[in-house]
C-alpha cells in the first residue's frame, strides 16, 4: 500500500541554519504530496504542497520539490527561525485517497 | 482560527465511562475525518464521512463510535475505552472526499487531548 517515510529525528539546528527534512514516498498512482506542520498544543497546518512532478510548493520561507525519478519531497529553508520549532509530517493523497501521513520529524531551533 | 473547532481540548475519562468527543467546521466542506495521533506513530485516519455517509472505517473497534448529524458536524461517542486509547484525536474537514486531499489538503482542529485512567 501507500506509505510516507520521513528522517527521524529530532532535528536541532540553530537559528539562522539551512533545514532539510527527508521525505520519500510509495504510491500505486500519481499522488499529491504535502508538507503539513504542527506547532505545540495545535492541530496541524498546510504548509505546502504540489501536485505533479518538478513542481514546487512553497510557503513562508520553506520550498519542496516534487521529485517523481527519487519519489521523494525533502522539505528546505534556508535561514531557520526559533518560531519553526515544530514537529512537520510529510503526507501524500493516492487517487483520492484520504491522506496517509508519515511519523513526523521534530524540528527544534535554538537562538 | 482554524476553521474546525474541536471540543473539549482536553478530556480524561475512566474506562467505564462514556464519553463524546465533537468537531464542527462552517467552511463549507463536505468531508470530515477522524484521525488518532499517538507518540512515535503516524497518525492514524479512523472514519471518513462524506456528504454525511461514512465512507470509511479503518479497522477501528467498536469502542469507538462515529456519528455525522450534517455536513458541518462530526462527533466521536467513546465507551469502555482502553487506557492504550490515551491519544490526541483530530478532526479534519476538506472540500470532498471523492476528490481526496488532491491539490487542496485538508483543514485540521487543534484535536482533543485525551487520557483514560
Known amino acids: 500500500g501507500d506509505s510516507v517515510t520521513q528522517m527521524e529525528g529530532p532535528v536541532t539546528l540553530s537559528e539562522e541554519a539551512f533545514l532539510t527534512i527527508n521525505c520519500t514516498y510509495t504510491a500505486t498512482g500519481y499522488p499529491s504530496l504535502f508538507w503539513y506542520v504542527q506547532y505545540p498544543g495545535e492541530g496541524l497546518q498546510l504548509l505546502l504542497k504540489?501536485?505533479?512532478?518538478?513542481d514546487k510548493g512553497s510557503n513562508k520561507g520553506f520550498e519542496a520539490t516534487y521529485r517523481k525519478e527519487t519519489t521523494s519531497f525533502h522539505l528546505e529553508k534556508g535561514s531557520v527561525q526559533v518560531s519553526d520549532s515544530a514537529v512537520y509530517f510529510c503526507a501524500l493523497s493516492d487517487q483520492g485517497t484520504a491522506l496517509i501521513f508519515g511519523k513526523g520529524t521534530t524540528l527544534s531551533v535554538s537562538s | 482560527e482554524t476553521g474546525v473547532t474541536q471540543t473539549p481540548r482536553h478530556l480524561v475519562m475512566g474506562m467505564t465511562n462514556k464519553k463524546s468527543l465533537k468537531c464542527e467546521q462552517h467552511l463549507g466542506h463536505n468531508a470530515m475525518y477522524w484521525y488518532k495521533q499517538s507518540a512515535k506513530k503516524p497518525l492514524e485516519l479512523m472514519f471518513v464521512y462524506n456528504f454525511k455517509e461514512q465512507t470509511e472505517n479503518n479497522s477501528v473497534p467498536s469502542r469507538f463510535s462515529p456519528e455525522c448529524p450534517n455536513s458541518s458536524h462530526l462527533f466521536l461517542h467513546l465507551h469502555t475505552l482502553q487506557p492504550e486509547d490515551s491519544a490526541l484525536y483530530l478532526c479534519?474537514?476538506?472540500?470532498?472526499?471523492?476528490?481526496?486531499?488532491?491539490?487542496?489538503?485538508?483543514?485540521f482542529g487543534s484535536g482533543t487531548r485525551l487520557t483514560v485512567v
Open positions: 479534519a474537514s476538506s472540500q470532498d472526499a471523492g476528490q481526496g486531499a488532491r491539490g487542496y489538503g485538508y483543514t
Open positions: 504540489a501536485t505533479k512532478a518538478d
